[in-house]
């Protein structure tokens, strides 16, 4: 098949059809369109005047993203503009508005509008990186976070190394694919076939559950991820932790890892950080820490004891799209010693690496990250930190954490709810569990919580998530958005009493209740 | 440590400047500015009127970027719009211009800027996905693109499955893991370990090298990826892959899939799909295809037959941010079974996944992705699918692969010019070999091309990039930019012989050329 003459009347159409799409002035005119509806839209979602979650069957939602799509079709040229406002407003109808304060649901923040308009640049202008050379400013952004964070956390100057990848279980199969490198020998290379006795790593036993699929993808087998027993308070039991290591070592088992959480994800849970290094120093182990949530205490003079330790971890990560509250994702790799960034990777690209400058290998991100191209995610938080302060970031994690507190201390309040835990930061669960159920199954206290919360998100009133505590559901809200105050958790609780009052009086559930 | 009273002066204090960041009406004129910006931005760009990259050493940028955050802490409320404003120029000012119609470097685009349009949304309302209810309307725009481009693609109605992850690599990954799961039995449970024979994958020899980093990840080892050997127009020998496959099933090593590529990155070459598909099948593998690069001439009646037989793949990926101009990352991975969908990762996360909403369990989209929380990418295709339909996707495959047609046209009159291959799509790899120096030594002509090369972006002038052929660098151009036209061709390569000139017979060059 030949390609398209120059000089054919088709090649000139499909080239006036693409200078249409690429004219900056409909951009202009569209993106101040795109901005005053955001605008109006994000100010309407804090004042809460419109559902949290706009809920809708996913069957009709797919059927009207699919119509849109062939209706497009037959759009004119002159009815463009309103065809994007039309889209935008489409998306904004049927979405999840996190920048409601009912909203106060999954890890997922609220996020300062700003660091998303610097993401603009990153969106429109194509903004990535992988060598220096296809993102300097982008490698710089990031660069210079790195070592900001890393300095905060507790890294000697120098010493460390760090990257951004794309969420926080990249990060988790970056620093642990790094570590089973680094700890197995060549198993980069040849593989983990016919080691015997089998590798393993040791997890908080209740990690993210990115923690046990890293252990799957990278062929040491989901069930060689073995659960380091909790304490009470749903830490890593310190004492137990030995005991697994004395009994996995003395099986001859290599341990790739000791993956503390900090915090975990069930009800927000510290592990006891300079206890777990000293054993992993004891017993030359890798420590790798999931702080994921935890690790911006560290712009916190309030809250950074909770993460006291961390700077001795061989690796951890932190999502800036947590509790640095930036638009998903933007997670950090820390690495305590420098070299180790080069051993998750250990490969050549002609095409992209370039022997003629090697000086710039160390800023080429592609070396460090499963991403070849990346966007430049640092955009948007180096963006507000450059415009705020970092102190911007020690507020949001002062309130939100305090907020939590107050959450608890109204749910120990109240007769008709079981708190579960006291809370260490914005991270609290709990139960709904009035007088007239009191005696009721475990396994029906449970089912009422799900059911409860099925209908009060539906409803479009609250956000609320579901868990699981000591096997049985419940209810778990994270406070991950700065402008929530005390008042929505009096009205969250008084919805969910209602809820339940309907639920528990409708037909067929007080008799399953028995 | 106690949290901040609520009552307390310091608690008022940091929710004051968090309502600040908050507050919608900076957003709405900060906003305002910052598509001004980009909307004057682009269109020098569009013009050539800015240098392609504005070269920095990385140690001055990373000065700059670290200074700029520190500076923050002395920013006053009223002086933050201007502050914004410095830092949006200073971004574009420090960056990489891919869309100047000079960028004619790697594979990335200069996206429709539109599309980054749409991505503003999903930033600044920080839209998400992982469960359903997270990301509703995000889920319905992804589950309709996959259900479109599977049918362009050749899948029967039904039958197929997909998902958009974040970039090539992860989804070429992701697809491998797939193969691995399936092709190994239990390999996700029991890992690798005791495997003996050891479990091989064989790829395309000059495939991505994000191919080769699956094998490692995934515990086979680099090693036991094993090259399909090429033809001379760069393609999968099918005659030599038969042999490779019998040589490696008689010594019993499990073949966890053949990885073909459409296209390869270092000259763009297709493999013939159909006979690889019925090798496939006749040894009973698992057929994976990269096609990240020309799996977007599906929507192109012109160049879709450069990918017949694609549809016969057990796995295949394709990035929206290459060949369908959306910015990156936005990767599709399709499986011909629909239920491969669920092999990749299987396991549970009781505080995600709601037992008492089992229906909506298929729309989990964190049941098939390695992100558990992954932003709305898919705004930006949908919305500008959604507004112009997918003619465009078709004009913008046609008019760059035509174009590239055109450069290698011109590469091939001029004399000093040496052209290493027939392009079948975009990608043009070339050196530049003046009568002075014909009869120089390989691996100095090779060198001519890197030192050319890196002066040239330096200049800001053009953006190429370099690659080897048979052993030696080359340069290598991607049309990425439809707004290129065969007039910058021409002026590239002028500037090529006047960078050249300056080198060759600059100080201390001339002579090693001997």
Redesign the interface.
């Known amino acids: 098949?030949s390609?398209?003459?120059?000089e054919s009347l088709e090649?000139q159409q499909?080239?006036e059809?693409?200078?249409a799409?690429?004219d900056?002035?409909?951009?202009?005119s569209?993106?101040?369109k795109?901005?005053?509806l955001?605008?109006?839209?994000?100010?309407k979602c804090?004042a809460s005047s419109k559902s949290v979650?706009?809920?809708?069957e996913?069957a009709e939602?797919?059927t009207?993203?699919?119509r849109?799509?062939h209706?497009?079709?037959a759009?004119e040229a002159e009815e463009?503009e309103s065809?994007?406002q039309l889209?935008?407003e489409?998306?904004?109808a049927?979405?999840?508005?996190?920048?409601d304060p009912r909203y106060i649901?999954?890890q997922?923040?609220?996020?300062?509008?700003?660091?998303?308009?610097?993401?603009?640049?990153?969106?429109?202008?194509?903004?990535?990186m992988?060598v220096?050379?296809?993102?300097?400013?982008?490698?710089?952004?990031e660069?210079?976070?790195v070592?900001?964070i890393g300095r905060l956390i507790g890294y000697p100057e120098g010493s460390f190394s760090g990257l951004i990848t794309?969420?926080?279980?990249?990060a988790n199969?970056t620093a642990l694919?790094t570590a089973r490198n680094v700890t197995l020998g060549?198993?980069?290379?040849?593989?983990?076939?016919?080691?015997?006795?089998?590798?393993v790593m040791i997890a908080h036993g209740a990690a993210?559950?990115?923690i046990?699929?890293s252990?799957?993808?990278?062929?040491?087998?989901?069930?060689?991820c073995l659960k380091a027993p909790l304490d009470d308070r749903g830490r890593i039991d310190v004492e137990k932790l030995e005991q697994l290591i004395r009994d996995v070592q003395s099986q001859g088992h290599p341990i790739l890892a000791v993956c503390a959480s900090a915090c975990a994800?069930?009800i927000g849970a510290f592990d006891p950080l300079h206890p777990i290094a000293d054993l992993c120093e004891k017993y030359n182990l890798w420590l790798h820490v999931d702080a994921a949530h935890g690790g911006a205490t560290c712009f916190s003079d309030?809250?950074r004891?909770l993460i006291s330790g961390l700077e001795r971890a061989d690796s951890l990560i932190c999502d800036a799209?947590k509790m640095m509250f930036v638009?998903?994702?933007c997670a950090f790799v820390f690495y305590k010693n420098r070299e180790h960034q080069y051993q998750a990777?250990?490969?050549?690209?002609?095409?992209?690496f370039?022997?003629?400058?090697p000086d710039?290998v160390?800023?080429d991100s592609g070396l460090k990250t499963?991403?070849?191209?990346?966007?430049?995610v640092a955009?948007?938080l180096?963006?507000?930190?450059?415009?705020?302060?970092?102190?911007?970031f020690a507020?949001?994690v002062?309130?939100t954490?305090?907020l939590?507190?107050?959450l608890y201390d109204k749910l120990k309040a109240a007769e008709d709810f079981q708190t579960l835990h006291e809370p260490e930061c914005n991270i609290v669960a709990f139960r709904y569990r009035p007088e007239a159920i009191r005696n009721a199954p475990a396994e029906k206290i449970g089912?009422l919580q799900?059911?409860l919360?099925?209908r009060l998100?539906e409803s479009g009133k609250f956000y609320i998530?579901?868990?699981?505590f000591e096997g049985v559901?419940a209810l778990?809200c994270t406070v991950m958005n700065?402008?929530t105050t005390?008042t929505q958790f009096d009205e969250l609780m008084q919805t969910i009493r209602e809820q339940a009052q309907n639920l528990i009086g409708s037909e067929g559930f007080e008799s399953s209740m028995q």
């Not at 509008?113 to 202008?125: N, Y």
């Open positions: 098949m390609s398209l003459p120059l090649y499909a080239r059809r693409i200078a799409a690429y900056t002035q409909l951009l202009q569209a993106g101040r795109v901005i005053d955001l605008a109006e839209h994000l100010e804090q979650l706009n809920w809708n996913p939602n797919i009207v993203a699919a849109m799509l209706e497009a079709e759009c463009i065809r994007i889209l935008v489409t998306i904004m049927r979405g999840h508005n996190l920048h649901g999954h997922v923040p609220a996020s300062v509008p700003l660091a998303g308009l610097f993401e603009t640049i990153t969106s429109v202008t194509n903004s990535v992988a220096y050379e296809m993102g300097p400013w982008a490698t710089a952004c660069t210079a976070l070592r900001e794309s969420g926080g279980s990249l199969l694919l060549e198993s980069w290379k040849e593989g983990l076939s016919s080691r015997n006795p089998r590798p993210h559950y990115c046990e699929r252990a799957g993808i990278l062929g040491l087998g989901t069930e060689n994800t069930p309030k809250y004891h799209h638009p998903a994702l990777f250990q490969q050549s690209a002609p095409y992209l370039d022997p003629s400058a710039l160390e800023y499963i991403e070849c191209t990346k966007p430049a955009f948007g180096w963006g507000i930190w450059a415009t705020f302060g970092k102190t911007l507020d949001l002062d309130l954490f305090s939590g507190k107050v089912e799900l059911r919360r099925r998100i998530v579901p868990t699981q559901a778990r700065p402008l005390p």
